[in-house]
Each structure stands twice: as C-alpha cells, then as structure tokens.
C-alpha cells in the first residue's frame, strides 16, 4: 500500500510538471522511481517514458486549446525526435546501470547550472 502511496505522488508531482513546464520523466519520474521505489535505472527509465506518453498528450491538448504550440516545429521535429528515441532508448538498453547513472547525474548537473546562471 504505501508504494501504491508513494507512486501516486510521485506520479502526480511529474505530471504537474510536465503540464507546467514540459518535464516530468527524466527530472522527476527517472530519479524517484529509481531512489525511492528502488527501481532498477533501466527499469525506472523505461517506466517514465512510457507514462510521460499519456501525460505529454493531455499536457500538448490543453496547451493547443490556448494556442502555445507551434504546430510547424512539432511537425518538422516529431521525426527527428523519433529516430533520437530509438537511438537513445538503444544505447540506454546496452549500457552499464552506473554508467547510466552517471550520463543522467552529468546532464542534470549542466542543465541546472545553465539555468541557476541564466
């Protein structure tokens, strides 16, 4: 029960996210999936891509209906996003899980320093 518990937070908290700012699986599913559920990384990766699926649509949805997005960059990076999916998800697939880690730990890093000096 309580991991039943803990996954609904955790699951609300990325979806608030994703609908204000347009994250939620790699900041926040990713990471507490893996240190508070105990979510093997490759497990906790793939679990968040496949709910941010659900999320980002309701997320595009409610944003179309205000007129924020730019359908002709959607369309132009839709593809190019896809092949970077496979490629990534395949890449992710045959690394070491400490390996994994460490690229996730690197990436939040620079992009919270970039964003603390902005």
């Given at each position: 029960?309580?991991?039943?518990a803990l996954t609904a937070l955790i699951s609300l908290i990325a979806g608030i996210a994703s609908g204000l700012l347009g994250?939620?699986?790699?900041?926040?599913?990713?990471?507490?999936?893996?240190?508070?559920?105990?979510?093997?990384?490759?497990?906790?990766?793939?679990?968040?891509?496949?709910?941010?699926?659900?999320?980002?649509?309701?997320?595009?949805?409610?944003?179309?209906?205000?007129?924020?997005?730019?359908?002709?960059?959607?369309?132009?990076?839709?593809?190019?996003?896809?092949?970077?999916?496979?490629?990534?998800?395949?890449?992710?697939?045959?690394?070491?899980?400490?390996?994994?880690?460490?690229?996730?730990?690197?990436?939040?890093?620079?992009?919270?320093?970039?964003?603390?000096?902005?």
């Open positions: 029960m309580v991991i039943l994250i939620g699986g790699g900041l926040i599913l990713v990471p507490l999936f893996h240190y508070i559920l105990k979510m093997n990384m490759h497990i906790a990766v793939g679990t968040s891509l496949a709910i941010i699926v659900p999320t980002a649509l309701v997320g595009t949805f409610r944003h179309a209906s205000g007129s924020f997005v730019d359908w002709r960059i959607f369309i132009f990076s839709v593809v190019f996003a896809i092949i970077g999916g496979f490629v990534g998800a395949s890449v992710s697939m045959n690394l070491d899980v400490t390996v994994l880690k460490k690229i996730f730990a690197v990436f939040l890093f620079f992009v919270a320093i970039k964003m603390f000096f902005q």
